[in-house]
């Protein structure tokens, strides 16, 4: 399946599903002629239509064109199926931290990520990664909490101290 | 691994560490005052000129601290999980009744209990000086043949509450359209797209004093001082009366020394020459209500807005 | 003026400057954010002064959003979005230094334009806000859709499909007319919507982290990037047009309530391709598609004083912020002010050259040292931008709840790159969805359902025309470059 051909199936799969949930909108008798259902239904409606057209476009010249596609400068990933399992790896260290920042506070868990990440891509472990993120956590810390005042979780720190 | 990077982990991890159990104890008696405004919006601004005159008047540090997101829904459970030992409240206004009622927040309207109130924002219908409307007569009457539009400054808010209702009490039928706030819609009404609208006080009063906008009534139980000329709804035939509030509320289960302690200084602080001055100018309505009748005040708002909002469909 | 207002306006504009920079370069760190985090400390300055130092900051952090948007492609702040395209190829064709100079030049000429303008004629354009009625806004956010078209590259049906996936994610949060909430899932987090700095920093920064992921190992940048240098003569012949088209867009945007810098920036962008010579090289580094949003923004944070200082009317989050500012100090902003505190005025006046002048300055001085940053070894640059996302999107709400939204659009922006689809569209939907469906349905509420109003009320119609125009221009352009390229086939 080419990737036109498969944007626009999932394109199909997106308007259907949000036309669904569109419709599920209740009404009221505050609204307007066009309501709060008409945009979205309508969004629903042009995706599905240029979907359809990029699935028609697709099959039309699969075997039409068999000139080599000339990459587009958007798209940097090559083969698909290894590629998404290094980038939900990735992802999944952003999870992580979401998942553990409330416990672990900003601070040890921002070097946390960035030792995760920078070994992920790196594929080295060593001292001096550790101390760069440790470093660079501090770093953040005093630039963000210190300087800019935002209030990023504590931790269970200043509760065991 | 050389030594000397290994030397520097440790002192990191030591500053790591010193950073991470860095809460300051105070001694002195702060206390919090929590709204959901952003810096520079209405109720920060409010509560920031509020806070020097309460320092002086009740001893103690207090502090503004903007817990912003959800329209309010974060502020109200920070508050709701507090202790009740008075250090920490929360600026109260109509938003945070909305939104309880409007979407589905960890802690509601009803986990909080209110403390007192302080202040009301005058709501006044208004139209542009040059209009062809120089009555709210003239306004009704133009909507009688279907040609009215009005507008109000947010779409679920006080003011569409009140251009609905006023709309089905004075039997019209006028077009009501929304905005994103009183800025938008005052433009709206300067270029004469809208024959009126509905606003606070305070969002109006430069263009106001400019001799721009015209007032036309007052949505409230009496006239304003500033303005002892406009007439309020209820004189002009429609009973109709809204009360914008802000006051305070706190979690549940504050003592009854710690309420009277507020209801003592309260109205001491709204009698207050120099803060008095200064309120009057940003056109706030002193509104002081003690615990009890404010728990009530805002029960029965609390059940009006449902109403309105479940009988025009808005919730199920 | 007198000489000791003076000698504490210039600190005031240096300081608010250099804060504005800085948080305007974190994602996330909007300059309505990065100007109300300073609001607290000008509580006890004297009022020219505090409000000398918010608008600075205003200033600063426009400048400050191109700076992550060219060197790391992920915009600092909305109006940078449209920065992102030529200023990041020409990063990758190692010339940041250059295309930093440019932003920052073109900068100052956009700023130094909005205050002329500002100073001039505040009072009689005041009437510009007054003409914007719901179906001039509603045309106006047309006018920014059909930029789409342009920025589709080679596919308009994935560049259309990318731009309706935006307008949908606009409609999340509160309905704008019935208050009805559309796709909360009851959550209140939800309910003032997905802010487009999300969706940007998600499908930008973090959907890059994703798609380079696959690639492992410590290659190091080029050094030859760290030369920073000024447009050079020639160069500063090439820019002067689109210079001056940003600043005449940004000046009208910036007087508008809910214009804004970010479709200021993309409608600049947008007329300087369509006014250049070298058309071919937008998307792949032309100086002119940093210099005309840059310009732009920089003038939408001078002009958006017209409608404070002339109306009290706030144009965007950040003039609600200086409003809030004015409010604090006992000035009510408005047709008064210029009566009532003609000396604030003048010092704001004032505070604002001195805060383009020390935007030169600083910026200048900083851009060394981001350069340097961004040529670290890859992985360290991953993780620290990483980092700086997790951190900086937090900032908006001290919510995780949007990082995780952040996350899952970096998800989505992975599934585009993958598709070949580009990023920006959606973007503009994000950005622009809002006002588009709230004043289509204001104005129908308003003509009792009445479509012609649309070409009834002038601005509107003339806006219309011409999106519709451009619209028909770049279809017919599409499908005759379409049939070129199969033509050119034949033969071979």
Redesign the interface.
């Known amino acids: 399946m080419s990737?036109?051909l498969?944007?626009g199936v999932?394109?199909v799969v997106?308007a259907a599903g949000?036309y669904r949930?569109?419709a599920a909108?209740?009404?009221?008798?505050?609204?307007?002629?066009?309501?709060?259902q008409?945009?979205?239904k309508a969004?629903?409606v042009?995706?599905a239509a240029?979907?359809l057209?990029?699935v028609g476009?697709s099959l039309r010249t699969r075997n039409a064109d068999p000139?080599p596609r000339?990459p587009?400068?958007?798209?940097?990933?090559?083969?698909?199926r290894?590629?998404l399992l290094?980038?939900?790896?990735?992802?999944a260290?952003?999870?992580v931290?979401?998942a553990v920042?409330?416990w672990l506070?900003?601070?040890?868990a921002?070097?946390g990520?960035?030792?995760?990440?920078?070994?992920?891509?790196?594929?080295?472990f060593?001292?001096?990664i550790?101390?760069?993120?440790?470093?660079?956590?501090?770093v953040?810390?005093l630039l963000?909490v210190r300087l800019?005042?935002?209030?990023?979780?504590?931790?269970v720190?200043?509760t065991?101290? | 691994m050389p030594v000397g990077g290994r030397i520097s982990l440790l002192a990191l991890l030591a500053a790591l560490a010193a950073a991470c159990g860095g809460g300051d104890a105070e001694p002195r008696r702060v206390v919090t005052l929590v709204t959901h405004s952003s810096p520079g919006g209405g109720s920060d601004v409010f509560l920031r000129e509020l806070v020097p005159h309460l320092a002086r008047l009740m001893g103690g540090t207090f502090i503004v601290e903007n817990v912003q997101g959800g329209s309010g829904a974060k502020a109200m459970a920070a508050v709701a999980q507090a202790k009740p030992d008075g250090s920490l409240f929360y600026a109260t206004t109509p938003t945070f009744i909305y939104t309880s009622l409007l979407s589905d927040p960890s802690a509601r309207y009803t986990d909080l209990e209110p403390l007192v109130n302080l202040f009301f924002d005058p709501e006044v219908l208004y139209t542009a000086a040059d209009s062809r409307f120089t009555t709210l007569r003239d306004v009704l009457d133009r909507a009688r043949t279907g040609q009215g539009r009005w507008g109000a400054a947010n779409p679920a808010s006080l003011e569409r509450q009140v251009m609905e209702q006023l709309k089905q009490k004075a039997g019209v039928s006028p077009a009501i359209t929304t905005f994103e706030g009183g800025g938008d819609m005052l433009i709206n009404v300067l270029n004469h797209t809208l024959d009126m609208g509905a606003g606070e006080l305070q969002e109006i009063r430069a263009q106001l004093d400019a001799g721009r906008l015209r007032l036309l009534a007052v949505v409230g139980d009496e006239r304003l001082p500033q303005f002892p000329g406009v007439a309020t709804l209820k004189e002009q035939g429609v009973d109709l009366a809204v009360r914008k509030f802000r006051g305070l509320a706190g979690p549940k289960g504050m003592s009854a020394e710690l309420v009277a302690a507020w209801e003592a200084a309260v109205p001491k602080l709204l009698d207050d020459p120099v803060y008095r001055k200064r309120y009057m100018d940003n056109s706030l309505q002193p509104g002081f209500m003690p615990h009890g009748d404010y728990a009530r005040f805002m029960e029965a708002f609390g059940a009006e807005t449902e109403a309105f909002l479940r009988q025009s469909g808005v919730i199920q | 003026m007198s000489l000791d207002e003076l000698i504490a306006i210039v600190p005031a504009a240096f300081g608010g400057v250099t804060w504005g920079i800085f948080g305007g370069a974190l994602p996330g760190i909007s300059p309505s954010i990065t100007m109300a985090l300073l609001l607290p400390l000008t509580y006890g300055m004297d009022p020219t002064t505090a409000i000398v130092m918010l608008a600075a900051t205003y200033v600063g952090a426009e400048y400050g959003g191109s700076i992550p948007a060219i060197l790391i492609r992920t915009p600092g702040t909305n109006a940078a979005a449209a920065t992102v395209m030529d200023g990041y190829a020409m990063t990758e064709q190692g010339r940041a230094g250059e295309a930093l100079g440019i932003s920052l030049y073109s900068g100052f000429v956009g700023g130094l334009f909005g205050l002329g303008v500002v100073v001039l004629l505040a009072e009689p354009l005041s009437t510009v806000a007054l003409a914007f009625t719901p179906p001039a806004y509603f045309a106006l956010g047309v006018l920014g859709l059909s930029v789409i078209a342009s920025l589709a590259r080679e596919s308009l049906v994935k560049g259309l499909m990318a731009g309706v996936l935006g307008l949908m994610i606009s409609t999340v949060g509160t309905d704008p007319v019935t208050g009805l909430s559309r796709f909360t899932f009851g959550s209140p987090e939800l309910l003032s919507g997905i802010p487009p700095i999300l969706v940007m920093v998600g499908l930008f920064a973090v959907g890059e982290l994703l798609a380079e992921s696959g690639e492992r190992g410590w290659h190091q940048a080029a050094p030859e990037r760290a030369r920073i240098r000024f447009p050079s003569p020639a160069l500063w012949r090439r820019i002067a047009l689109p210079q001056a088209i940003g600043s005449v867009i940004g000046a009208f945007e910036g007087m508008m309530p809910g214009g804004g810098g970010a479709v200021s920036s993309f409608l600049a962008y947008n007329e300087a391709r369509r006014w250049s010579r070298r058309k071919e090289e937008f998307g792949r580094g032309s100086p002119e598609g940093i210099a005309a949003p840059e310009a732009a923004n920089n003038t939408v944070a001078c002009t958006t004083l017209v409608p404070i200082l002339s109306l009290g009317i706030p144009s965007s989050n950040s003039a609600a912020v200086l409003l809030g500012g004015f409010l604090l100090h006992g000035l009510i902003p408005g047709p008064m002010l210029f009566v009532s505190h003609s000396g604030v005025v003048t010092g704001l006046f004032a505070g604002l050259l001195a805060a383009n002048i020390a935007m030169l300055i600083v910026g200048y001085v900083l851009m060394g040292p981001c350069i340097w940053l961004v040529s670290r070894p890859r992985p360290y640059l991953t993780a620290f931008i990483y980092a700086l996302v997790v951190s900086g999107v937090y900032a908006i709400e001290t919510s995780l709840f949007q990082v995780g939204v952040a996350l899952a659009f970096g998800l989505a922006g992975y599934a585009l790159r993958y598709f070949e689809t580009p990023l920006l569209p959606m973007v503009l939907g994000v950005i622009l969805g809002f006002m588009v469906e709230s004043n289509y349905r204001r104005a129908l509420v308003l003509s009792g359902g009445d479509h012609a109003t649309f070409l009834q009320d002038p601005v509107s119609a003339a806006f219309l025309t011409v999106a519709a125009l451009f619209l028909v221009g770049s279809i017919a352009g599409h499908a005759l470059g379409a049939r070129r390229r199969r033509g050119a086939e034949l033969p071979a």
């Open positions: 990737r036109d498969a944007f999932a394109g997106v949000y949930m569109a909108i209740p009404t009221s008798a505050l609204a307007d002629a066009v309501g709060p008409g945009l979205p969004y629903a042009v995706l240029l979907s057209l990029l476009r000139r000339i587009d400068p958007e798209s940097r990933i090559p083969d698909p290894f590629h290094r980038a939900l790896g990735m992802l260290i952003g999870v931290y979401i920042v409330p506070g900003y601070v040890v921002l070097a990520l960035v030792l995760a990440a920078t070994w992920y891509r790196g594929g080295v060593n001292g001096q550790a101390t760069v993120a440790a470093a660079g956590a501090i953040f810390w963000f800019l005042g935002i209030p990023h979780p504590p931790g720190w200043p065991l101290f």
